[in-house]
């Protein structure tokens, strides 16, 4: 499934509760997209905003954040973005609990070890967990550190034993955003290139998540 269209037509077709997919630059996201096998390595959900307006909810450095859906997509690889929607629609009042349970969570540091049990957040653990609060629905798998790696033999062993200081903490359970992009419990809606506006593709002018 892949689609070639625009921002504004992007936005027009989101819901509430639905997880956005990106790909961004940077060196640590590069490498989760090699250890998951996947081109992803970043996501969001959309809730609304204070304004009534929808908006990306996200884990992002240094603090989770709102962003506007443009600037969500312009820091994708090449306009790559995919959307997933629960196959089961949200009632009125999951929608409102997916923007409060998002609300609950904002200016949450980043967790960059990637910790599901830690005090501090990531993108696809955000996603995770306000869905699951709003909805009682869990998408994406939990796994370790070990499972995820020795599933992927082209995984930079190298890279996380220095971004671990030296030790990859193996039993370490956490959940991806590619596992989040293959749960069974989400139905992928779009997957393809968001162009701007003004009808140029997007490209990501920095690394940040």
Not at 70 to 88: C, D, M, T, W
Not at 104 to 117: A, K, P, S
């Amino acid at each position: 499934m892949r689609f070639d269209t625009d921002v504004q037509a992007l936005s027009a077709s989101l819901q509430i509760g639905d997880v956005l997919f990106i790909r961004v630059r940077a060196r640590p996201f590069r490498e989760i997209s090699i250890a998951t096998g996947s081109w992803t390595n970043h996501v969001g959900i959309i809730v609304r905003n204070s304004e009534g307006e929808i908006a990306i909810a996200e884990s992002a450095f240094p603090r989770s954040r709102i962003t506007s859906i443009e600037r969500f997509v312009a820091r994708s690889e090449y306009g790559r973005i995919a959307v997933a929607r629960l196959k089961r629609s949200l009632e009125p009042s999951q929608q409102i609990r997916v923007s409060e349970a998002a609300r609950r969570r904002m200016g949450i540091w980043y967790d960059t070890g990637f910790n599901l049990h830690s005090k501090r957040q990531f993108c696809s653990r955000f996603a995770r967990e306000v869905l699951a609060e709003a909805t009682g629905i869990n998408v994406g798998e939990v796994e370790s550190f070990a499972t995820l790696l020795e599933r992927q033999p082209g995984a930079a062993l190298g890279f996380w034993r220095m971004w671990y200081l030296g030790c990859i903490p193996w039993e370490r359970e956490t959940v991806t955003p590619a596992s989040l992009l293959n749960s069974p419990s989400l139905e992928r809606v779009f997957d393809g290139v968001v162009r701007s506006n003004h009808g140029t593709r997007r490209h990501t002018q920095g690394g940040r998540a």
